[in-house]
């Protein structure tokens, strides 16, 4: 790097995690919006890319600005978003009480499965910056 050209300065634990968990607030309403997204011509496998590019992106940021131990802050931009799930889940209630609906407790489960599935992209993502970084500052 030139001297012109700096890296952004690195960021504590404390606002890291900060960042991560609103980065993860963002990714469930990405998720959640996929109605709307699929109203607008959008199919919902786009949708959910969308969503792992987001997620794939923000752990890489985290990861940049926070070199230490980034792969904590993909874990937290991952698990905020089935608590914030379990959360909306818990003030709004069950959705409603069709056959055809899946039950809130299972949809909270079935997001978990879904996110622990695609978290070593997430994990990969911030260890690459993180190490990325690591190395153009020396």
Do not use: H
Request: one cysteine or more.
């Amino acid at each position: 790097m030139s001297a012109s050209q700096s890296a952004p300065a690195s960021l504590t634990p404390l606002q890291t995690a900060g960042l991560a968990a609103a980065l993860g607030v963002v990714a469930y309403a990405i998720i959640d919006a996929t109605p709307w997204f699929a109203s607008q011509g959008i199919p919902q496998g786009a949708v959910q890319f969308l969503w792992l590019l987001f997620v794939m992106v923000g752990s890489g940021l985290c990861g940049w600005l926070n070199t230490d131990r980034a792969w904590r802050w993909a874990t937290v931009l991952l698990t905020v978003q089935p608590l914030v799930m379990l959360g909306i889940t818990l003030v709004r209630g069950e959705p409603d009480d069709s056959p055809a609906t899946i039950p809130a407790k299972t949809s909270v489960f079935i997001a978990s499965v879904f996110v622990a599935t695609v978290s070593p992209f997430a994990l990969i993502a911030a260890g690459a910056m993180a190490s990325k970084r690591r190395n153009e500052s020396r």
